[in-house]
């Protein structure tokens, strides 16, 4: 038996219990309840896959990472991962200006953004990681992780929520924006959001004043900054119950992140954070199909 034994947050947890399908037809989730994630797995899904213990001779996956398969190799040259690459910053910003410079979107340093700096415990120097590189992963790639994302069965009263509130915003003008502040984490806010936030309005500030944005956050006062920029009429928003800053407290909290997450799949376009691996899943959620832009 396999098992899928992440402890991370939802987005960590839905790429690991996907790993260990791809690996194995009958795999099982151990889906342990902790500080960060107070909901069980039965409250946000129907599939039946869940089991309250990891057997004494089951194999474990606990991993945020997609798996690599031997079959995923030949399309997968060797230093394919960009993101968290232990590169030096120099060579990565060269490397990016020179992408910016010919302006070809299929160039390894696509979601390489400079001057962040990374540890070489992050990504070996040959690794064939495919996480956080959207677009740039292979087709074949895609191929097969794609369906099993689609086995994931939200449970009725969550895709019913959804799909009522995406009924009275759905517009193909809409943009999905996904910002992690890391406001639970000093160092990560630091490192990631603050020198992000140019970025981010800047790719807002260039859209035509008919575009909207479908905000997804994990800070209602950042919310309430950008609607405060763009107004009101072109920022919209599930109308959470939970506050977005302690939505990891409580199982409704959850529920209400994991409605976030599909609305954000539903959009043909999305600006994502980086390294967040809650917009990944909303990409691979909707099909690993929506143009992304990361900041």
């Known amino acids: 038996m396999l098992v899928s034994t992440e402890s991370g947050g939802l987005g960590n947890r839905i790429k690991s219990w996907v790993s260990a399908r791809r690996l194995s037809a009958d795999a099982r989730l151990y889906w342990p309840l902790t500080p960060n994630m107070p909901a069980r797995f039965g409250e946000l899904f129907l599939n039946d896959v869940c089991i309250d213990a990891v057997p004494s001779q089951a194999q474990t996956y606990k991993s945020w990472r997609l798996a ?28 990016a200006g020179w992408w910016r410079l010919r302006g070809r979107r299929d160039d390894r340093y696509r979601y390489m953004l400079f001057p962040k700096q990374h540890s070489r415990k992050s990504t070996r120097r040959d690794a064939r990681h495919i996480d956080l590189e959207y677009g740039r992963i292979p087709e074949s790639v895609r191929a097969a992780y794609v369906p099993l994302f689609a086995e994931l069965q939200p449970q ?10 995406w009924s009275g915003i759905e517009d193909a003008a809409i943009v999905g924006v996904q910002v992690r502040t890391w406001r639970d984490d ?41 609607r405060a920029e763009f107004g009101p009429g072109r920022i919209v928003s599930f109308p959470r119950n939970t506050k977005r800053e302690n939505s990891w407290q409580s199982p409704e909290g959850v529920i209400e992140d994991l409605i976030d997450m599909l609305l954000l799949s539903r959009c043909q376009r999305l600006a994502a954070s980086y390294l967040s691996t809650f917009s990944e899943v909303a990409w691979w959620l909707g099909g690993a199909r929506a143009e992304i832009a990361v900041f």
């Open 68 to 95: 690599i398969l031997p079959e995923d190799e030949p399309y997968l040259p060797r230093g394919f991962a960009v993101v968290g690459a232990g590169a030096h910053p120099i060579w990565r910003g060269l490397g």
């Open 156 to 165: 009725p009263d969550i895709a019913r929520r959804v799909q009522e509130w």
């Open 186 to 226: 000093a160092r990560r806010y630091r490192k990631y959001h603050l020198p992000a936030r140019a970025r981010l309005l800047r790719l807002m500030q260039v859209e035509p004043q008919d575009t909207r944005f479908l905000l997804v956050s994990d800070s209602d006062e950042f919310i309430d900054y950008l």
